[in-house]
């Protein structure tokens, strides 16, 4: 503003631009947070409830969440940016796993505070994998036993405690519970705590780094995993093709693909029922995120092998 409309300033004056959230004492703290862990240990669930409002989709189906996915959490000179990243698996054949994988394993790469997720009931020996990608140096380490509310003997989490702790890798363990908020203030505590200052990188108000665009797609492709079966939700990817803003309404035209003519007609459904029932659960969902009414149209298109071709696969934003 000041350059645009050429202020004329008196000579020999100096003129400071303060950054925009600056805290009083010039002591911010900003850095990011990697959630890592094997798929279904409750990442994307406990994002949400960090930032206090839905952002990750989440379902009971492993690999639900797709791409690294900012959630910015930001409380006075505070700001930890969360990467929220697929489940770590070990690859099969197809490009798609391959993807994944190697996107949450750039996230253990860059980031400034390391949160491994490991499920209450799960083998430590399963995940010595993921364990042996955390040993970076000079990076700040926690263990986050999730969903703990499934156990009713709380002294069943000794001997995970006990087996954390002795890899030597963790300065704290939180057992947590996102759905029953067991936990979570403390954890949040201690990465603020953790957090290097610096300047924060966005705004107050935001909270990703996503665009309506990309929160509409996914929140369409949540709706697809949590009506169909194990292998469908896989095979289906979700394109925005239309998104307009009127004064009244909100337009938005999907795209869901899945690999085969057989998946198409179960994603449709006998006389489209079950595609209607996916789009009357995303417009919800939507007008929640959006504050404004949705039209959401959905149509299904076959696009054969998707899930293993590198090309269709960047068509689709998996670049």
Known sequence: WIFSKKLKLPRNSCLILKNFNESEDGENSCGFVGLVGKPNVGKSTLLNYLLGQKLSITSRKPQTTRRNLLGVDTRGSKQAIYVDTPGLHKTSGKALNKYMVKDATSAVKDVDILCFLTDCRSVIEDEEWILSLMSRPRVKRLAIISKIDLLRDKQLLLPKIKNLRETKLFSDIFPVSALRKNGLSELRSKIFELLPVGTHLFPDDQITDKSERFLASEIVREKIMRQLGDE?????????????????????????????????????????????????????????????????????????GWTNNSLEMGQLGYD
């Open 232 to 304: 469908i939700p896989h095979c289906s990817a979700v394109i925005i093709e239309g998104f307009s803003r009127e004064k009244k309404v909100i337009r938005i035209r999907a795209q869901i693909v899945v690999e085969r003519d057989g998946q198409k007609r179960v994603v449709i459904g006998k006389s489209g029922d079950r595609l209607k029932k996916i789009g009357t659960e995303a417009r919800k969902d939507l007008e929640n995120l959006l504050n404004h009414q949705v039209m959401l149209h959905l149509w299904v298109k076959v696009k054969r």
